[in-house]
Each structure stands twice: as structure tokens, then as C-alpha cells.
Nanobody
Framework: QVELVESGGGLVQAGGSLRLSCAAS????????MGWFRQAPGKERELVAA????????YIPDSVKGRFTISRDTAQNTVYLQMDSLKPEDTAVYFC????????????WGQGTRVTVSS
């Protein structure tokens, strides 16, 4: 079973940048579709970026389009979320998730990393 470990969260001022990393265990990382979700206090978890197995961006919502970029490095078994021009409303716990072959939804989750954007 694949395991996901996020890192890179922290406190940043509005307008700043952070890069989140998600390291995956196992030798089949290239077969997983990957996504980044976030959950702010009192809100539902939302998908903020998705990337397919081939490395193409599959989804970026309008709320972060032009500011967030998802990428993956198959050699490093890692998926990244570059976040620029951060806003206080980006404050949330960010989760990495994988959709294994045959799964209809994301079925493997990391533990989350907290991002706080101060105004």
C-alpha cells in the first residue's frame, strides 16, 4: 500500500510563496493520479489541483488558477504544489492524495500539512 507524506507547510505573509511536497512510497507512483486538497476550519475539503499519471495538469479551480501549480517528479516519487501570491483565504490544512489504478476516487491520503497566510 502506498503511503504519502507531505511537507513544506508553514506561516507566510500574504503575497508570499510556499512549495508543498508529497513523497510517496512504493514503486508504482507513476501509475497514480495525484491531487492536492485543502480544508479550512469550518469548511469542506476541496480539491485545489490534480495531475494525471502522465504529468499533465488535470484540474485547477478558478480560486487558485494562475497562482498554484502542480507538478510531479516520477524519479523522486514526489508531487509538488507551488503556491504563489498567497492570500489569507488560502489558510488551510493541505492534503496530498492518490488515486490508485482502478479506483474511482482518491483512496490514499497523507496526514496533511498546515499553511497559514497572514495579512
Amino acid at each position: 500500500q502506498v503511503e504519502l507524506v507531505e511537507s513544506g507547510g508553514g506561516l507566510v505573509q500574504a503575497g508570499g510563496s510556499l512549495r508543498l511536497s508529497c513523497a510517496a512510497s512504493g514503486r508504482t507512483f507513476s501509475s497514480y493520479a495525484m491531487g492536492w486538497f485543502r480544508q479550512a476550519p469550518g469548511k469542506e475539503r476541496e480539491l485545489v489541483a490534480a495531475i494525471n499519471r502522465g504529468g499533465s495538469t488535470a484540474y485547477i479551480p478558478d480560486s487558485v488558477k494562475g497562482r498554484f501549480t502542480i507538478s510531479r517528479d516520477t524519479a523522486q516519487n514526489t508531487v509538488y504544489l507551488q503556491m504563489d501570491s498567497l492570500k489569507p483565504e488560502d489558510t488551510a490544512v493541505y492534503f496530498c492524495a492518490a488515486r490508485t489504478p482502478g479506483a474511482v476516487a482518491y483512496n490514499v491520503w497523507g496526514q496533511g500539512t498546515r499553511v497559514t497566510v497572514s495579512s
